[in-house]
C-alpha cells in the first residue's frame, strides 16, 4: 500500500521537478508549462482515487486508533487543500501566466510547501497506519523527499 502511494507521489514529484525547471526560465514555454500542468492534475487524480478507494476504507475501520483518526483528519482537510490548488489555476490560465511569468513564477513557488506538505502527510499517516495494523514497512522502502527545491522527490 505504501509502495502503490509512493508511485503516485513519485508521479507528482517529477513533474512538480518539471515545472520547477520550467519556472527558472526568463520566459514560459507555454506548450511545456501546459503539458506538465496536465501531468499534475492527472497524477493527483489517479492518488485521490486511490486514497479514496484504498486508503481511506482501511483508515475508516481503524477510527479509533491514533492513526486511523489522523488518516481521517488529512481526508477531512482535502476540501480546503483543493480549494487552494482548483484557485490558483483559475488563476493562472495560460494567458494570465504569459502576462504576468514573474507573477506566475512566485505564485507557483508559493503553493509549492502546500502541496509538498500534504503529500508528506499522507505517506506519513499511511506508515503509521500500517504500524498501527501490524503491517511493517519493507526496510528498503525509505521515505520520499518533500524537500521544496529542484531535487523534490528523492529518497531520504
Sequence with gaps: MLSELQAFHGDILKAMRVHYTLCQSVTPDRTALSAVRWQMAQAGRVRMQFLNDVVFPIAEQHADSPSGTAMLALRAAIPAYRQKISAFVAI?????????????????????PTILQFLRNEETHL???????????????????????????ATA
Design 92 to 112: 493562472w490560465s495560460a494567458n494570465a501566466i504569459a502576462a504576468d511569468w514573474d507573477g506566475y513564477r512566485a505564485a507557483a513557488l508559493g503553493l509549492r
Design 127 to 153: 506508515r503509521a497506519l500500517m504500524a498501527d495494523l501490524g503491517s511493517p514497512v519493507p526496510a528498503n522502502l525509505p521515505s520520499l523527499s518533500y524537500a521544496t527545491g529542484p531535487g523534490i522527490g
